[in-house]
């Protein structure tokens, strides 16, 4: 009876009310560094894809419709067909015909197509890089 009103508890059971509780917290913490992992990874392969295909495009090997096409098809499969690039050409100093020329490529994914789970809250959100070369060549004409 005293041990009772001295407060020595049966305490079975309170490692699976832990257990039960943590759970969910470390679930949602693998989840969310799987997709942050996912999403750094593809980042990566946009600038890549991006540098690529501008080397590419400003040595002359490729026209700009190839390259555009060829940088959508490495991220396009069959869950996957929001990619999208574009290449634009400039000139340093527009007010100079002279002026050495440059383009930009952006290509872009939408995020929920990217994540693995968390694809409901990237909605509207894109990843997207950017990336830029000079062109040693004389341009192909757009779009040939």
Request: proline residues 3%; negative net charge.
């Amino acid at each position: 009876m005293y041990e009772k009103l001295r407060g020595d508890r049966c305490e079975e059971g309170s490692t699976t009310v832990e257990f039960v509780m943590w759970v969910p917290i470390f679930t949602l913490m693998m989840i969310t560094i799987l997709d942050a992992s996912v999403l750094m990874m593809t980042q990566s392969r946009l600038y890549d894809v991006a540098r690529q295909e501008m080397r590419l495009y400003t040595l002359g090997a490729k026209s700009l419709r190839d390259a555009e096409m060829d940088a959508i098809s490495q991220f396009r499969s069959d869950e996957t067909d929001g990619a999208s690039a574009e290449i634009t050409e400039h000139q340093v100093d527009p007010d100079d015909e002279n002026s050495a020329r440059y383009a930009t490529m952006e290509i872009s994914i939408p995020t929920r197509e990217v994540v693995i789970f968390t694809g409901r809250f990237f909605a509207n959100a894109n990843l997207s890089a950017e990336y830029s070369m000079v062109l040693e060549t004389a341009s192909p004409a757009p779009g040939s």
